[in-house]
């Protein structure tokens, strides 16, 4: 299980870092929403491995059968080892390539609120916040637990839905029970 799972978080982990690194440098702040769209279609994308490591534990490593539980426990250290490579690489990029990414961000949410209409106070209050973020965010323990906020949960999904779809009873233990 250690090899599969090591496998497949590694995997999982270079897809996502490199679909990032490469985004991240034609970031626009006039299409936040395609950069978020491509950046959680490459974390499902990325996390897809989670049924494969699944699939290839319970079909080659375990007679065709896997418990839930163990099947989600599979998936909870992929999404694990995959989501700790990107927290590495995004901080590594933040503090080395793009290290006025905040600063781009708080301008480009600034300036949609100021596109859309919203009242002067509003955009008052969004540009207290942001600042109140980009403070927060030079603060390691707060950039990695966002990170983190920010790519597990989907891994966490992924692993619940292999692992529903993917458990399976050995047919020994099915025929015992009847």
């Not at 978080?9 to 897809?15: D, K, S, V």
């Not at 996390?47 to 989600?72: P, Y």
């Not at 990414?101 to 008052?124: H, L, W």
């Amino acid at each position: 299980m250690k090899k599969i799972v090591l496998t497949c978080g590694l995997i999982a982990g270079a897809i996502v870092t490199a679909i990032m690194a490469i985004s991240i440098s034609f970031f626009d702040k006039n299409h936040t929403e395609s950069s978020e769209i491509l950046g959680y279609a490459s974390m499902i994308l990325s996390f897809s491995l989670i049924f494969v490591g699944v699939k290839i534990f319970r079909d080659r490593h375990n007679g065709g059968s896997v418990t839930f539980g163990k099947a989600f426990l599979i998936g909870l250290y992929i999404s694990l080892i995959a989501s700790t490579i990107y927290v590495v690489v995004w901080a590594l990029e933040y503090k080395y390539v793009f290290p006025d990414f905040m600063d781009n961000y708080s301008a480009c949410m600034v300036s949609k609120a100021k596109a859309s209409g919203a009242s002067p106070e509003k955009i008052d209050a969004q540009i207290k916040q942001l600042a109140m973020y980009r403070d927060m965010y030079k603060s390691p323990i707060f950039f990695t637990l966002m990170t983190y906020a920010e790519i597990l949960p989907v891994g966490l999904v992924i692993s619940l839905i292999a692992a529903l779809i993917l458990k399976k009873k050995n047919k020994a233990n099915l025929s015992a029970a009847n």
